[in-house]
Structure formats: C-alpha cells, structure tokens
C-alpha cells in the first residue's frame, strides 16, 4: 500500500490560500491539504489517518 503525504490544515472558515495572503508563506499555496474545521474533526483524522 503507498501512502500519499498530504498536509492538514485546521481552521473553522478559512482556506490554506487564504492563510497565505496572511503569512505570505509559499506552503499554503500546495493542493494537497486535508481541511478540517474542529478539533473533532483534526483529531478523527489523526485517529483515522496518522499524522500528515
């Protein structure tokens, strides 16, 4: 099985290209994040997935 690294970004309304408008940081700017919008949920990920 290949795993596929993928990036997990949590915030309740915004989008990582938004975060970047912010920080200028060219990270938020990558495709493959996995958004999550409560720490329910970021922490179901991690249960479910592992860590990104």
């Known amino acids: 099985m ?3 690294k993928r990036l ?3 915030d ?3 989008y ?3 975060a970047y408008h ?3 940081q060219d990270i938020f700017l ?3 994040w ?3 919008r409560n720490y329910e949920q970021f922490v179901n990920r ?3 997935k592992r860590l990104p």
């Open 2 to 4: 290949e795993l596929t």
């Open 8 to 10: 997990l970004f949590l």
């Open 12 to 14: 309740d309304i915004r």
């Open 16 to 18: 990582p290209v938004e």
């Open 22 to 24: 912010y920080t200028k």
């Open 30 to 32: 990558r495709k493959d």
């Open 34 to 36: 996995h958004i999550v």
């Open 46 to 48: 991690i249960l479910e």
